[in-house]
């Protein structure tokens, strides 16, 4: 009797062992996917910064990007206050650029991600 209480003993705390492992493990797959939809997240930002400096820089030139979609490729002349408009929209979106890096770097190393 006694050792069938200890085999059952032992069973258990082998059991109890190998859900500790397992955790772990879990949570190991639980942080690797939260940095990688972190990263996601960021690669899918700076895309979207990369697409708007373009449609900045069509702007400056005179080039409308709805226009270019629709096959007109006629460039117009931007005027002072539009060139001054276009010039403070990408000034602050540059500024939401550099702190959105400062953050997604910031996270990365809370995370000891290199």
Not at 39 to 68: A, P, R
Request: net charge negative.
């Amino acid at each position: 009797m006694k050792i069938a209480i200890m085999v059952v003993f032992l069973g258990l705390i082998g059991y109890l062992i190998e859900q500790r492992r397992h955790i772990k493990f879990l949570e190991k797959v639980n942080f690797n996917q939260e940095t990688r939809h972190i990263m996601t997240d960021h690669e899918i930002f700076l895309l979207k910064h990369q697409i708007g400096t373009y449609v900045f820089s069509l702007e400056t030139l005179g080039y409308s990007q709805d226009k270019i979609s629709k096959g007109d490729y006629t460039r117009h002349e931007p005027s002072p206050e539009k060139l001054q408009a276009i010039q403070e929209e990408f000034q602050r979106q540059e500024s939401i650029y550099r702190s959105k890096n400062i953050q997604f770097e910031t996270e990365l190393e809370l995370r000891d991600v290199d």
